[in-house]
């Protein structure tokens, strides 16, 4: 068994009066979810922060800036038939920048839905778990 850390985020705008929540659907397994990727890939002293950063904007083009940490969400999947237990740490993001046309080969879409849409859209289980921690952040009823 392996154990895999990851870092990414909940990224909301206002537009006008209304909050969008930012969502993608991955290329590998076609599931809605929030963009993440592996803490320490490409640079060993990479902060959970740093990370969950850099792999909204590769993964969505979107800048963001960290206003708060979620729970940590942990489960179990296997790769090549091997076990991994993944612990994922989010945050809420607030949009600064970027286009979601910018994204990179990993994520096949990537769109700005109403808060309302994001429960139903969102495919697993723990992506659904830091939405519903962003949403009482938000104070989204």
Same mark, same amino acid.
């Given at each position: 068994?392996?154990?895999?850390?990851?870092?990414?985020?909940?990224?909301?705008?206002?537009?006008?009066?209304?909050?969008?929540?930012?969502?993608?659907?991955?290329?590998?397994?076609?599931?809605?979810?929030?963009?993440?990727?592996?803490?320490?890939?490409?640079?060993?002293?990479? $902060?959970? %922060?740093? *990370?969950?950063?850099?792999?909204?904007?590769?993964?969505?083009?979107?800048?963001? &800036?960290? #206003?708060?940490? /979620?729970?940590?969400?942990?489960?179990?999947?296997?790769?090549?038939?091997?076990?991994?237990?993944?612990?994922?740490?989010?945050?809420?993001?607030?949009?600064?920048?970027?286009?979601?046309?910018?994204?990179?080969?990993?994520?096949?879409?990537?769109?700005?839905?109403? $808060?309302? %849409?994001? *429960?139903?859209?969102?495919?697993?289980?723990?992506?659904?778990?830091?939405?519903? &921690?962003? #949403?009482?952040? /938000?104070?989204?009823?």
């Amino acid at each position: 068994m392996k154990y895999e850390f990851s870092a990414g985020g909940v990224v909301y705008k206002k537009d006008q009066d209304k909050l969008e929540i930012l969502i993608a659907m991955h290329s590998g397994h076609h599931g809605w979810v929030f963009p993440k990727g592996i803490i320490g890939d490409q640079n060993e002293k990479e $902060t959970k %922060e740093e *990370a969950a950063l850099r792999e909204v904007t590769e993964e969505t083009g979107i800048t963001g &800036e960290i #206003k708060n940490a /979620l729970t940590p969400v942990t489960y179990w999947y296997v790769w090549e038939g091997e076990k991994k237990k993944k612990t994922v740490y989010y945050f809420l993001m607030e949009y600064i920048s970027g286009e979601t046309t910018n994204h990179d080969w990993e994520m096949e879409e990537v769109e700005w839905l109403p $808060t309302e %849409e994001i *429960a139903t859209r969102l495919t697993y289980k723990t992506d659904k778990q830091a939405w519903q &921690e962003a #949403k009482a952040m /938000l104070e989204i009823e």
